[in-house]
């Protein structure tokens, strides 16, 4: 059973920084790449960060471009997502998500077959 296991949400001002954490663990635990979605209330899940697990091509949503940072870990098998100048736009439930073979568009929801739990990021403005 895999289990991803996200942290670092919270109430921020807008303009403040945070960092989100997603740590991976279970027993053979494959992944060809893993992501973030968000979704506010009343909207739907958004994509918002991918990146390859090997050789770490990284994916950005438009609105998060030069602001949002991926990153992995190996060592630890955990992924990170650095958010600075946050907006309040940016408030939502952040997902992290992995999936085990190659996708055809990392922007698709579908093509991740685990999921964490969620963490809350609040952007005050």
């Known amino acids: 059973q895999v289990q991803l296991v996200e942290s670092g949400g919270g109430l921020v001002q807008a303009g403040d920084s945070l960092r989100l954490s997603c740590a991976a663990s279970?027993?053979?635990?494959?992944?060809?790449?893993m992501g973030w979605f968000c979704q506010a209330p009343g909207k739907e899940r958004e994509f918002v960060a991918a990146i390859r697990w090997t050789g770490g091509n990284t994916y950005y949503a438009d609105s998060v471009k030069g602001r949002f940072t991926i990153s992995r870990d190996y060592a630890k098998n955990t992924m990170y997502l650095q958010m600075n100048s946050l907006k309040p736009e940016d408030t939502a439930v952040y997902y992290c998500a992995a999936a085990a073979t190659p996708f055809r568009t990392a922007v698709d929801g579908n093509e991740y077959d685990s999921w964490g739990q969620g963490t809350q990021v609040t952007v005050s403005s």
């Open positions: 279970g027993r053979a635990f494959r992944r060809y790449a």
